[in-house]
């Protein structure tokens, strides 16, 4: 049976947990962890990626992320490939380092983007890695540390988390404390790492319940939420997708669409591959890269490559495009929907 595909959009909380293969170690010694904290920081950093939450355990990995505008499956493709690459080098090995395909949920924030910082970051306590509250503040491999301000990670967004505890650090610090110390004993939480359905209208009772009252629950496997959540972000999904659909069944590619861009702007199709500033050019290329991505579902990377600037340059374009004014407008001028 087909895996379904991942889902994904601007602002959308992701829960990722990444294993080794065969849950084999993925982090050998302290090298390899700071190796993987360093490449992880430079890939959010350049994707403009928020990261809330995140773990290093021996053969797995927890990162609770938002998507910018650098899709979160492109983000994971820099981070792991490069990660496995070097782990390979060093350790003289081949093959694969992680299992075949990431798990990923996508979250309900305003339910569980607190549940999950604060799961994600026990997991240390969980497994004996540290062996109590204090040494887990210490805990360089986790986020925790840094949101009680031991060390700091400028790619880690700490303000908006404690944000959501109190307006002065001090304060929000103590109140995320006692947040964590009481999740202490909740242990395993499957609600949050798995269960489909089951998960989406809260455990086996919820689901009797809504059953024996012969009320009929959206869920979904790759989705994190309440049976509303779960509707809407499957029917986004598929209108995105049927939109792309569409534009590929009228022959719309990226090549059709810089002609149709260049001529919308009354450009040279060739200065849109050029360093240009002049403002015709930069707007041009601003809506390009937004219709690119957004609406052909194109990474920023194939994007960048066509038009031989950097990935981070398209993501900035696309963030440009977006605030476009008249955007739809012009939009459905340019691809004739």
Request: charged share 25%; net charge positive; with cysteine.
């Amino acid at each position: 049976m087909p895996r379904k595909a991942r889902i994904d959009a601007p602002g959308a909380l992701h829960h990722v947990i990444v294993r080794g293969i065969e849950r084999k170690a993925i982090f050998k010694d302290r090298f390899d962890r700071t190796h993987f904290v360093k490449r992880l920081g430079t890939v959010l950093s350049e994707t403009d990626t928020p990261c809330y939450a995140w773990v290093l355990m021996r053969n797995h990995v927890h990162l609770l992320l938002k998507t910018g505008l650098t899709p979160v499956a492109t983000v994971m493709r820099r981070l792991l490939t490069g990660y496995a690459q070097q782990f390979n080098r060093r350790h003289n090995r081949h093959g694969h380092l992680f299992q075949n395909r990431y798990k990923s949920f996508l979250c309900q924030e305003d339910v569980y983007l607190l549940e999950l910082v604060r799961y994600i970051h026990l997991n240390p306590l969980r497994a004996n890695a540290v062996k109590d509250l204090k040494a887990l503040r210490q805990y360089v491999w986790c986020g925790h540390s840094a949101l009680m301000g031991q060390v700091q990670y400028d790619w880690q967004d700490t303000d908006y988390v404690l944000k959501l505890f109190g307006t002065k650090a001090a304060e929000a610090r103590k109140a995320y404390a006692a947040f964590v110390a009481k999740g202490q004993r909740q242990g395993q939480r499957p609600d949050l790492v798995g269960g489909g359905l089951i998960r989406s209208v809260g455990g086996w009772a919820a689901l009797k319940d809504y059953q024996d009252e012969g009320i009929r629950v959206k869920g979904d496997e790759r989705i994190l939420g309440d049976s509303d959540f779960v509707e809407s972000v499957l029917k986004t999904a598929n209108e995105e997708l049927a939109q792309s659909t569409l534009l590929e069944a009228t022959g719309q590619d990226l090549v059709q669409l810089i002609k149709k861009v260049a001529k919308f702007y009354q450009i040279d199709i060739m200065e849109l591959k050029t360093a240009s500033k002049a403002r015709q050019v930069s707007l041009a290329r601003s809506m390009l890269c937004y219709l690119a991505v957004r609406k052909f579902m194109l990474s920023c990377a194939e994007v960048a490559r066509t038009l031989n600037i950097s990935p981070s340059a398209v993501s900035k374009a696309v963030t440009k495009g977006q605030a476009l004014t008249n955007r739809a407008k012009m939009e459905k001028e340019i691809l004739g929907l």
